[in-house]
């Protein structure tokens, strides 16, 4: 074959792939307005939940953005797929559904860490400003001038709360749920136990918070001795993935008798499955908790 044959068989392809992409993109977009079809009822649901998720983080509600950068991006890998038949395009394409959820709850994580460093400074803080009022609503106004993000956003919401009429239970409560770590659950039941019960709420506070310094101390141990089993935990996952792919490059054909047969898809599944079990006993192993 020639290069303008060549050519030629590249620009049909993408001819050809474009033109499925661009007619499934037309279904679904006709789907997606029709109000009685499932499609837009679910898809509606989808982006109230990634509004959801985000205003939980205190980042804006652009849920609508986030799904039609998913839906472009499936149609252009698809695009790809089709005119170059890649199933490694298609498997990227199918981990997109899965993208914004992954990292929506890793920043959650991260936002979770972070107010998690900053308990024993806020309960400090908090038992300070009770010494010189008797409200732990002032108090908690005076804190909030003081603690940095991410918790002073989260306070500042309890706050707001209080001011349009919710009780202080209440608010604390929602800040739990909503924060979602057992330390600062730890923290605010210190807090409302000890309103509840009375006594030298500031001293109980003090207590508490040189316990969540300590905690937060032996975690650091734990997380520096556990480092190298972390680091062996991500060379285990991508390893094979890895390997596949230098094999493939090397030896083009090498995996062509797992295609072929009813055998093939069988050991890939078993190896699919040890792989899958592998990393949830190591990681069992490695989750230690304090």
Not at 49 to 61: Q, S, T, V
Not at 163 to 181: N, P, T
Request: charged share 20%.
């Amino acid at each position: 074959m020639d290069v303008s044959d060549a050519h030629a068989a590249l620009r049909w392809a993408w001819a050809s792939g474009l033109t499925v992409v661009a007619a499934c993109a037309v279904i679904v977009f006709v789907l997606a307005n029709d109000g009685t079809i499932p499609l837009r009822v679910a898809v509606e649901r989808y982006t109230a939940r990634l509004d959801g998720r985000l205003k939980a983080l205190f980042l804006p509600a652009r849920g609508a953005r986030i799904v039609q950068a998913q839906a472009t991006s499936t149609f252009v890998l698809l695009a790809f797929a089709l005119a170059f038949g890649s199933p490694l395009v298609a498997c990227v394409m199918l981990a997109i559904p899965f993208v914004p959820g992954v990292v929506l709850e890793r920043l959650r994580q991260e936002r979770v860490e972070a107010i998690e460093e900053q308990i024993d400074g806020f309960l400090l803080a908090l038992a300070n400003a009770l010494k010189t009022t008797a409200s732990i609503g002032d108090a908690l106004r005076s804190v909030h001038v003081v603690v940095r993000e991410p918790l002073r956003q989260d306070l500042g919401l309890v706050l707001k709360e209080m001011r349009v009429g919710s009780a202080l239970d209440q608010a604390l409560l929602v800040l739990s749920q909503r924060v979602a770590s057992r330390q600062f659950d730890m923290a605010l039941s210190t807090i409302l136990i000890g309103r509840q019960v009375g006594g030298n709420l500031p001293r109980i506070l003090e207590a508490s918070a040189s316990s969540f310094r300590e905690m937060a101390r032996l975690e650091g141990v734990v997380r520096a001795k556990t480092a190298e089993g972390r680091f062996q935990l991500i060379v285990l996952a991508l390893f094979p993935f890895l390997l596949a792919l230098c094999l493939e490059f090397i030896s083009p054909g090498y995996f062509e008798p797992l295609r072929e047969g009813a055998l093939g898809p069988v050991l890939v599944l078993v190896a699919g499955v040890c792989w899958a079990a592998s990393l949830v006993v190591a990681r069992k192993i490695l989750s230690v908790d304090i």
